[in-house]
């Protein structure tokens, strides 16, 4: 059970559920709410097999193509700046802002639900590195096993329940209020895509 509490606390913190719905709101603007729906539960869905995939295959799949895990983290942040970017520059604003005869799609909810919901912002760089090196630590026991997955499967149901009630939020706070917190949230975005850069070069090259 200790072990069990202490990857939910990981997950927690790495996954940062709170801090997702103000990223689904903005990301989601301009879908019905039934389209919302199927983003959220997709996307979380879809994380989960990532994160299970990276569990059981990720060190054979990246030591096969010959990845690091700093080349990783690299990447992944190289994908949070440009979601940061468009964020920050209300890109995505300008291309939800279609009129009713130009509605987004089934497909475009679709497309939204695996990136950049899924991956990276769910099973992300954080994600994958520490179910990685959970699994890695619980070895080959089938308890340990159950206990990193189970953790990560809380945390990931919880995102589901907290996304499916993003609307409560949008509705509560207003369209001038999400407008702000989305600006100001690519600001927090692009710095935590720099960080994640910044750790995978000072994996490679530590200070002096």
């Not at 879809?46 to 990276?54: N, P, Q, T």
């Not at 520490?130 to 499967?153: C, E, F, K, P, Y």
């Not at 702000?180 to 994640?196: D, E």
């Amino acid at each position: 059970m200790s072990d069990y509490i202490s990857n939910l606390v990981i997950f927690f913190v790495v996954v940062d559920p709170p801090g997702l719905v103000p990223l689904f709101i903005a990301l989601t603007r301009g879908f019905e709410a039934r389209q919302k729906r199927m983003i959220a539960v997709r996307g979380t869905a879809i994380a989960f097999i990532v994160l299970v995939f990276f569990a059981y295959f990720g060190k054979l799949v990246l030591d096969t193509l010959t990845i690091s895990m700093p080349a990783f983290r690299i990447a992944g942040g190289a994908l949070l700046f440009w979601i940061a970017f468009e964020m920050l520059f209300g890109k995505r604003s300008d291309r939800k802002g279609r009129d009713t005869d130009d509605a987004l799609t089934d497909e475009d909810a679709h497309d939204l639900a695996v990136f950049p919901l899924a991956v990276p912002l769910i099973a992300g760089p954080g994600a994958i590195t520490s179910i990685l090196l959970l699994m890695d630590r619980s070895g080959a026991t089938v308890v340990g096993q159950i206990g990193v997955l189970g953790a990560a499967a809380t945390v990931i149901g919880g995102v589901t329940l907290i996304l499916l009630g993003a609307d409560v939020v949008r509705r509560m706070l207003g369209r001038t209020v999400i407008q702000t917190v989305s600006r100001v949230l690519g600001i927090v975005l692009a710095a935590l895509a720099a960080q994640t850069i910044l750790s995978g070069i000072t994996s490679v090259y530590p200070p002096h």
